[in-house]
């Protein structure tokens, strides 16, 4: 694949809220996912969608921290706790959780990409490597995207999630490329803008969403809205 010849040579990506937005479509797997388990089990309702079920996941984290980095495990071991202690047998409730994760997983997958977004990874993989860094489980093998990227990475594989260094570290070893030839493209300003600085890549806060930059504070990197925009950003870096 012929590169450009500018500073940037390689451009990576988050998924979740860049490529698409993640609100709906993950409320949604959330539910289809908890109904089947309240329908199989009724006693499940009033705890799936409480606090009852969010504390569980703090205290599978709490006792494993590096649960957080594994997020598809997590969801099926908080599922399995949560059935064990409302009467089912271990079992039958690892062998549930599982199944409810295939539910979630994929629903998960049924994303709308932001405008363009398609049409503009495929012309900026003609002139940079392109690579993902997610700390989420999306597969974009799954989506059918896999061919606009020439590599892929998550928390899960590096055992560190977004804002730590493991992932961007990786990225470079994957490119052979310096820090300073690398340029990051996400919506969170703590675990992609500034993960991304950290390390020292260049870094586009791409936002989408038109959120608020955090406490009042300025972005001192290059916005985005448009994915229309993102060419000509990466080439002004």
Known sequence: MQKNNMTIKAVTFDLDDTLWP??????????????WLIN????????LFTEQERSMWGKLIKEEPALANRLSELRKKVITALLVE?????????????QAFDIFLEERHKVAYFDGVLEVLE???????????????ASIE?????????????????????????????????????PNEICHVGDHPI?????AL???????????????????????????????????TIKDL
Request: proline content about 3%.
């Open 123 to 137: 012309d900026l993989g003609k002139q940079y490597t392109l690579g993902v860094l997610t700390n989420g489980n």
């Open 142 to 178: 799954t989506l059918g995207i896999d061919h606009l990227f020439d590599f892929y990475l998550n928390a899960e594989m590096v055992n560190d999630s977004k804002p730590g260094a493991k992932m961007f570290e990786q990225a470079m070893k994957e490119t052979s490329l310096n």
């Open 22 to 35: 993640l609100y709906d479509v993950i409320m949604q797997s959330h539910k289809l996912s908890n109904d």
């Open 198 to 232: 950290n390390v020292g890549f260049k870094a586009i806060w791409l936002n989408a969403l038109e959120n608020s930059w955090p406490d009042g504070q300025i972005c001192h990197v290059p916005e985005v809205k448009h994915w229309s925009e993102l060419k000509a």
């Open 191 to 195: 675990n992609d803008v500034q993960g």
């Open 86 to 98: 409302n009467g089912v047998e271990e079992k039958e409730a690892s062998e549930c959780s599982e």
């Open 40 to 47: 199989k089990f009724p006693q499940m309702e009033g705890i």
